[in-house]
């Protein structure tokens, strides 16, 4: 077997991080500069677990430049958000890099079971998800989904007019907003609400989010 000598060693080490960085932010990948708040790191930790995990690199700026780590506080930072700042705690794993004698923090999440929320400025405990390079905040439909999910004796539904109005409006017009659906139903918003989240948690329908809101569509099959 041929081990591997210190320099080979560091320069694969060099070759994972900058493959890591060459792809550039998105759904499982973070950058971060430095970290002064520990309640900003909170939302993308909890965006990854509610999502499909991910990493966050500490010292590398959104253009993809490492500038390193500059302080061990960074680390307790990053502790304090997984610990502190999200509910449940989120368990993490953390390596530390050497990359052009600079050092980079690979802070990596892994999709939990459970909701997670961070707290922000306020005292407001916050769900968010991971959507392409974004932590966005999740609504109160997608919220009671995963609630429901948990849950062991299923969704059952009366299929009414409402049901029926809703899914012949997208079979013409593809999307819908729950603001959108409110009017053409004439339904007040938790009421709306349900029925979104039923068939949400029948995979009849999925759910569209981004930073703008929330679009409701039939479930793409593969």
């Known amino acids: 077997m041929l081990l591997m000598n210190k320099n080979q060693l560091a320069n694969t080490e060099q070759q994972y991080i900058k493959s890591l960085i060459a792809e550039g932010e998105n759904q499982h990948l973070d950058f971060k500069f430095e970290i ?16 499909n995990g991910g990493k966050l690199l500490v010292g590398v700026k959104d253009n993809g430049a490492i500038s390193g780590v500059r302080s061990d506080e960074e680390y307790y930072m990053v502790e304090a958000a997984a610990n502190m700042f999200c509910k449940p705690e989120i368990p993490f794993d953390v390596k530390k890099w050497i990359v052009d004698k600079k050092i980079v923090l690979e802070i990596s999440v892994k999709q939990g079971s459970d909701p997670f929320y ?7 405990w916050m769900a968010y998800v991971r959507i392409n390079d974004q932590n966005i905040l999740a609504n ?10 948990k849950k062991p004796q299923g969704t059952f539904i009366k299929y009414s007019k409402n049901e029926n109005d809703l899914l012949s409006y997208l079979m013409e017009n593809k999307k819908i907003s729950l603001s959108k659906f409110t009017r053409v139903s004439k339904l007040t918003v938790k009421e709306a609400e349900k029925i979104l989240i039923n068939l949400l948690c ?15 569509c039939f479930k793409k099959t593969e």
Do not use: C, H, P
């Open 202 to 216: 029948l995979d009849v329908i999925q759910m569209e989010l981004n930073e703008k809101g929330a679009l409701y």
């Open 36 to 51: 002064n708040d520990s309640r900003k790191i909170a939302r993308t930790l909890v965006a990854f677990a509610n999502t």
């Open 118 to 124: 961070a707290k922000d400025e306020n005292g407001k």
């Open 140 to 149: 109160r439909v997608l919220i009671e989904v995963w609630k429901r999910k």
